[in-house]
């Protein structure tokens, strides 16, 4: 099945920094999302975005799913955009998402 | 998009004991998906919740463990029977619309 790698595995930034976070995927890209993991545990939606580009506010992400990579833009990062990062792509038509390990950022004020 | 109210939002419960997690959708979904996640992991699916008929587990999940019910379109519970401290994680449910995954607050189940 569709594997799902992220990186970096773990992130640290200073207030204002800017990161890019990527995903890559062994199969051709279907559905693919990225999430932010709060400290609650609760996945809040960031981006579906199986093709193209989407920019919401400070947060970006571009999938270029000829080359099987998707890339997550934070700029001028802030305390509370701490948490994990997940990218996930569906398997096939059945719904089921195969998750990546996440990126864990931690933003120092 | 949907909104997926999960709970309990958290519990700790004794070994040998179940618990029922419930998840309400405020639309009519046709996929409902349950995921654990153990602690410092990523998310590994648990199975797929079908309305009307019996639920499809990932290998490595069992009905007797996992029993799972999807009564009708909005509704799904998963439960972990016979708990053991390997159980303790985090539990969520989610709905698929238009194929976009949104995903209840999650369960964190600690077993003592």
């Known amino acids: 099945g569709i594997q799902v790698e992220q990186s970096p595995p773990d992130l640290i930034l200073q207030e204002g920094a800017n990161s890019t976070l990527r995903c890559n995927f062994s199969?051709?890209?279907?559905?693919l999302q990225w999430f932010h993991q709060n400290p609650w545990g609760q996945l809040i939606n960031l981006f579906y975005?199986?093709?193209g580009t989407k920019q919401n506010g400070r947060l970006s992400a571009t999938t270029v799913a000829t080359e099987r990579y998707s890339l997550l833009y934070i700029s001028s990062s802030q305390t509370t955009d701490s948490g994990v990062y997940f990218c996930?792509?569906?398997?096939?038509?059945?719904?089921?998402?195969?998750f990546g390990q996440g990126t864990t950022l931690q933003v120092k004020p | 998009s949907a909104v997926i109210s999960q709970k309990p939002s958290r519990d700790i419960c004794q070994r040998g004991t179940s618990l029922t997690i419930q998840c309400q959708v405020d639309?009519?979904?046709?996929?409902m998906f349950w995921y654990r996640q153990q602690p410092g992991q990523s998310l590994t699916l648990i199975a797929t919740?079908?309305?009307?008929?019996?639920?499809?587990?990932e290998s490595g999940f069992v009905i007797d463990k996992f029993p799972i019910s999807r009564p009708n379109l909005t509704f799904s519970t998963l439960t972990v029977s016979n708990m053991s401290p390997e159980d303790s994680s985090i539990y969520l449910c989610?709905?698929?619309?238009?194929?976009?995954?949104?995903f209840g607050q999650g369960t964190r189940l600690t077993v003592v």
């Open positions: 919740a079908n309305q009307g008929s019996e639920a499809t587990y």
């Open positions: 989610s709905g698929e619309v238009n194929t976009e995954a949104f």
């Open positions: 639309s009519q979904v046709t996929m």
């Open positions: 199969d051709s890209v279907n559905n």
């Open positions: 975005i199986p093709s």
């Open positions: 996930a792509d569906g398997s096939g038509n059945t719904g089921k998402l195969i």
